[in-house]
């Protein structure tokens, strides 16, 4: 008897020895690493004096949002758009620049580019809905009775809110357009992918 107690001793240690959970046991959860800095949106078109906030936020090496981001904007030309320290930009005049958002956790330092262009409104305007899951530019200007065409790299769709023109289906290369023949701001997204917005200004 005594014999058969050590035996179940000895194999009770070395199923705990083998059972174990080590620290990189492959379930354990290491400590957040700031990865990717991303910035919404990354495309901005603007008409003069109009303005577009910019919302950054810090994502780990799982791509989760983290806490304690501090962000800093600049823009490249402040003669076509300027931004605050709070990340709003503003058009200054019609042309092309940069704002770089520089962010901040601990002692680690991301950057990122936003594309700005600032123009005036026209009779026709093209949107981009690119493979990154972006509407680019985020916000289109066209003229009362103007035109939007919608360039798909891949599978899409243009989901208006109410008041807005005829959706676009799910669409996966290709151009569709759309007629705004009333004044206002329309806005829309892809029910396919989260987040990923635009608006059509009609002036």
Request: aromatic content about 4%; hydrophobic content about 40%.
């Amino acid at each position: 008897m005594q014999k058969a107690r050590v035996l179940v001793i000895a194999a009770l240690v070395l199923v705990g020895a083998c059972g174990g959970g080590g620290d990189d046991g492959g379930g354990g959860t290491g400590p957040s690493v700031f990865t990717t800095l991303t910035v919404q949106p990354l495309n901005v078109g603007l008409l003069v004096n109009g303005t577009q906030p910019l919302t950054a936020t810090a994502r780990d090496q799982k791509s989760v949002a983290m806490s304690g981001l501090t962000a800093t904007y600049t823009t490249g030309n402040a003669s076509i758009a300027t931004v605050t320290t709070a990340g709003l930009v503003t058009g200054v005049a019609v042309g092309t620049t940069q704002i770089t958002v520089t962010g901040t956790v601990g002692t680690v330092t991301k950057t990122a580019q936003v594309n700005v262009v600032v123009l005036v409104p026209s009779a026709t305007a093209s949107v981009a809905a690119t493979i990154d899951n972006q509407f680019t530019p985020s916000t289109a200007f066209v003229t009362v009775g103007g035109t939007v065409t919608w360039t798909f790299a891949t599978t899409h769709n243009v989901i208006f809110d109410a008041g807005g023109p005829t959706n676009i289906g799910d669409t996966s290369s290709g151009s569709v357009s759309r007629a705004f023949p009333n004044a206002g701001t329309f806005n829309y997204h892809c029910t396919i992918h989260s987040g990923m917005n635009g608006s059509v200004e009609v002036k």
